[in-house]
Structures are given as C-alpha cells and as structure tokens.
C-alpha cells in the first residue's frame, strides 16, 4: 500500500515538469560554419534535393559512424534508442558524448525507460552538465521495483518507445534497427545480432530533426532530473573513471583496432563513401501512440501501405520477429496471388533471442506456406565456429534484428518496425523507404545468395506437417522436427501459441 500511495503525487509532478519544459531547439545555429557542415553541404548542394544514404551492414561500421559523429560534432547531438546497455560500447558512447559535451556541444538524449536498468547514477550524472539534457520515454515510477508499476500502469507502460536515430549537427544521421550495446555492434564474444542501420545526409535529415522534436516534447517524454529525482549524480571524475576501467579491458582494445582498421572508417574520414543519392521518404509514428491516441494514419503501417501500394512482382521480407495475425496473413496471400515471390526471412527458434515470440510466430507458420509464401529461418551457427561479421546473414552465435523489406527491386524499407502485432499496435516505430534499384538489388542478392545457406527453407509434406531443409556441404538434409528445439521446449512452447498473448508479442 506505501507503494501504491505516492503514485497520484508522483504523476502530478510530472506534469508540472512538462509545464516548465525549455523550449525545445535544434541547436545547429543557421549558416555557422562547422566541420561537418564543410564536409557535408558541398555534397548535398550538388544533388538537387535528393538525399545520400549508405548501408550499414557491418556492426563495427555500425559503432565507428556513430563515435565518428559523436567526435565531428560541433553544435548538437539528438540520440533516440529503445536500449542502451551499460557494456564497453554503451559506455565508451556515454563517454563520447560527455566528450562532445565539455567541448560545447549541446547533447538531447532520448531513451526508452523500459532497459535503464542500473543507468539512474550515469543518467543523472550526465544530465547534471550544462550541456547535456536526458529525458525517458513513459518512465517508470518505481526505479527498484519496476514491475510494480505494471499492476496499476500496465496500459500505459506496455507501450514502449523503439524508434532508434543518431544526429549530428542536423547535418548527418543514422537510422534502423540498432540499439547500443556490445551485441549490437559485433563487440560481443559470446552473442551478436545481425542488424542494419543507414547513414544519411541531405534533405531526409530534416524530417528526422523533426520527427525528434515531436517525440522529445511528447507528453511520454519526461526530464530526467524528475524521474531520477531521488538519486544524487556521481562526479563527472567517477563516471569517467569506471569507463576507463572498460577500456582497458584487452577485449576493447582489440574492438578499437578492429575499427580502427576498418576500410568503411577510412574512406568515411577521407570523404570517399559511395553514397546512393535518391529520394528517401521518412516514416514515423504519432508520438502520441505512447499513450494510445495516435490516429490511425499516423502509425507507420499506414503510412507504408499508402507509399508502397501493392507489389507488382516481388516482396522480400526480413523480420526477426513474425507474428503477422490472421490479418497479416492475408495480406501475404493476396500478394502472393499476384506476384511471383513472396519470400520472408526469420528466426529459427534456436537462432531466436525471445522464446515467446517464436510461440507466436508458430501459429502462422502452416498459413503462410500454404498463402505461397517462401520461408526461411536463420541458423544457429554449428558449435566452434568463429565469429565473422558477413553482415546480414553472418554466420555467428548471432540472431537476425535487422528490419527492412525490398518491394519489386526498387524501393528498400530500413528502420524499427517488426512484422508483429507490438510493433503495428503498442511501440512506436520510425524508418526509412529508399527508392533506389541499387539497394533494393542488393537486398534480392543477399535472398538468393546468402539466405539459403544460413538459414532453413521450410516445407509441407504430403501430411501437411512442416519440413525443415537445410543446405549442408552441397546437398540437403530433411529436418521433420523443429533444429534446435527439445521435448520440454516443444510442448512449452505449443503451450504457449495456444495462449491469448499474440497482441502483446
């Protein structure tokens, strides 16, 4: 009951706080030279409008573009990220931007309260300097015993902010499915997720500035200094120090020279990356989605389907979580009606980081291939295989988390969204459709030469039970039960696809 009694008063102050927010500004002052912009505007002012984009494939890519930016930076710095882990690389971050900070940068930093778990004392550290400003998207009340809060708030609190951008001076930015942390970024021994990010200049930079105005003033995005306000900042001298400790770990030392080392580093400082220069259309959900009152056009679903139409020959699909409901299902079968691929890319349960979803996915399975959908699943890698990141389908202890469809070879999806029920209904979700032949080439190259030997291609016997076919050593093996899975997992998880939990999967 002690619990529950502060919670009308604790609310309350929050709302006082939005009252008294700082205007909200972008801090790159107009027609200020700076590096960045000496680098940048002389590109985006030869292309006429249109935006430049390069595919971030490579997780240490993915970490150096960010430190990178994070170092160029003269005026700003607008973060988004649904998780940001208190490991080397989300560490070795907070330091930069503590960094960027000192030198007069003006640090917004925005952050999904659902994975702050032991971030309060580096949270309120950081946003104790002048130029560093932290705010939590629907933030938890209790900081020690959070799933408390679910017993009063759980409508609210389910809805989660996963929206994932990083810009510099308003000039250049990186968006898709990354969140910051070791696993992330191919800094992790033991696990790492295959993802894809973007980075982007020209006019698309905008629309990301503002689409991080909205969110920052949403009324789900609260200051920091609020929701921490029991907790006492550290110094800036002890913060520093426990990074240094990460750092001098030999595992980052050999993560530093790895970037270091790195050919998309290089011709990033000597300005030679090979961007595709196209129109880029942004999409983002209504902020207010947070709380449940984004009208439906404004939820990036929709706004996909009225950019996208319908696909006129081919729709290739990545999603790390698949639980289209009987309403995706359809959608899938109308297309493959009338197209000549449909083919998705997902996780196999042993490949697969969330068990649960995978209940979900199951349910579906049976439908989709009967709809003519062509279904893969990612690998685990075999036992002793050495980490090597190949990018989207890198053959590792890994688990896809990348986002992004290609539709007819010539527009790219690449953001946030899953194909699932959570991502069209409760999280919010950003992204970017790329028009471009190349990409969207590429992303059919990686279907037809990469997925199927990572993954497995599933089938219907003649008793309508699925098979699973693996490409080994240059012939097939027939799996009749689900790779990866055992007995006590198999009924755990049939139990649970037979549970009405598919709308918070």
Known sequence: MKYLKGRSQFFTSLKKAHSRKQQASRTAAEGQPTRMGDAIQPLVKKQAGYSGVVTLFNGRDAFANRMLLTEAADQSLDIRSYIWNRDMTGMMMFDAIYRAAERGVQVRLLLDDNNTVKLDKILATLNAHPNIKIRLFNPFRSRKWRALDYLYDFRRLNRRMHNKSFSADGLATIVGGRNIGDQYFGAANDFQFLDLDVLAIGPVVDDVSDDFERYWDSKSSYPVDVVLSATKPASFRQLSESIQIIEQNPESDEFVEAIRNSEFVKNLLNNKLPFEWTEIQM??????????????????????????????????????????????????????????????????????????????????????????????????????????????????????????????????????????????????????????????????????????????????????????????NGGKIYHHREPGMNFLEHLGIGLLSKMPIMRLL
């Open 283 to 472: 999409v983002s959900d209504d902020p207010g989605k947070g709380l449940g009152l984004a009208p439906d056009d404004a939820l990036v679903p929709q706004q996909l389907s009225k950019i996208l139409q319908y696909p006129g020959k081919e729709l290739l699909l990545v999603s790390p979580y698949l639980v289209p409901s009987d309403e995706g299902v359809k959608f899938f079968k109308t297309i493959a009606e009338k197209v000549k691929n449909v083919s998705i890319l997902t996780n196999a349960f042993e490949a697969t980081d969330v068990a649960v979803v995978h209940a979900g996915y199951i349910r579906y399975r049976k439908e989709l291939l009967k709809a003519g959908v062509n279904l893969f699943e990612l690998k685990r890698r075999r036992k002793g295989a050495k980490f090597k990141d190949r990018g989207l389908t890198g053959n590792a202890s890994a688990s896809l988390h990348a986002k992004t469809f290609s539709v007819d070879r010539s527009l790219l999806f690449i953001g946030s969204l899953n194909f699932d029920l959570r991502s069209a209904q409760f999280n919010t979700e950003m992204g970017f459709v790329i028009k471009s032949k190349k990409l969207a080439e590429q992303a059919a190259a990686v279907f037809e030469n990469e997925v199927p030997g990572a993954s497995y291609r599933l089938h219907l016997d003649e008793n309508n039970r699925i098979v699973w076919v693996e490409e080994r």
